[in-house]
Antibody, heavy 122, light 110 residues
Framework: QVQLVQSGSELKKPGASVKVSCKAS????????MNWVRQAPGQGLEWMGW????????TYAQGFTGRFVFSLDTSVSTAYLQISSLKAEDTAVYYC???????????????WGQGTLVTVSS | QSVLTQPPSVSAAPGQKVTISCSGS????????ISWYQQLPGTAPKLLIY???KRPSGIPDRFSGSKSGTSATLGITGLQTGDEADYYC???????????FGGGTKLTVL
């Protein structure tokens, strides 16, 4: 079955970096775009952007440029989210989510990874 | 401040029906498909409704979606305690070139 499995929780100090992985299985990795969504503690969902798993081209939502980097390792069907210069306000659960996009529209996010909690604290 | 507006909470008794609204604008709901996601406590969001009113395989017909103009509604009938969750609407915003979500609605089954 289609599945996205993310790496485990991380505890980092301010200023450090973190890399979250999202391993896909059950489908052809390059056929679907991979999106990233952030959920701060007790808050709603915030779309961070997506990466084209065919070309590797990333697109970042407003507010997620500079310190956030999406990347791929297509040989192991895995997408990555790297956050540098971590701040306390980066503390959140980060989700990867698959969607299919044509030239005119995109499908909904389905499925989602189980989420990775990143805690930034000194 | 979310682009899409949802009520923070709704509640109803087991067996009853509840609706959750999602209000937007012509740049999002008005011209794009809406999806609904269910987030049970401590778990990842799960697709509940897509393309305004379609249910993925495995989602019971107790869940329904509708859209009119720049607003959408999620309906849940025959409420069960297992339906207690946060519900989010989401769609593409053509002006922002971004996916946008509502702030989420917490459903309590009394």
């Amino acid at each position: 079955q289609v599945q996205l499995v993310q790496s485990g929780s991380e505890l980092k100090k301010p200023g450090a970096s973190v890399k979250v992985s999202c391993k896909a299985s059950g489908y052809t990795f390059s056929t679907y775009a991979m999106n990233w969504v952030r959920q701060a503690p007790g808050q709603g969902l915030e779309w961070m952007g997506w990466i084209n798993t065919n070309s590797g081209n990333p697109t970042y939502a407003q507010g997620f440029t500079g310190r956030f980097v999406f990347s791929l390792d297509t040989s192991v069907s895995t997408a990555y989210l790297q956050i540098s210069s971590l701040k306390a306000e980066d503390t959140a659960v980060y989700y990867c989510a698959r969607r299919y996009c044509s030239s005119s529209s995109c499908s909904p996010f389905d499925p989602w990874g189980q989420g990775t909690l990143v805690t930034v604290s000194s | 401040q979310s682009v899409l507006t949802q009520p923070p909470s709704v509640s109803a008794a087991p067996g009853q029906k509840v609706t959750i609204s999602c209000s937007g604008s012509s740049s999002n709901i008005g011209n794009n498909y809406i999806s609904w996601y269910q987030q049970l406590p401590g778990t990842a969001p799960k697709l509940l409704i897509y393309d305004n009113n379609k249910r993925p395989s495995g989602i019971p017909d107790r869940f329904s979606g509708s859209k009119s103009g720049t607003s959408a509604t999620l309906g849940i009938t025959g409420l069960q305690t297992g339906d207690e969750a946060d519900y989010y609407c989401g769609t593409w915003d053509s002006s922002l070139s971004a996916e946008v979500f509502g702030g989420g609605t917490k459903l309590t089954v009394l």
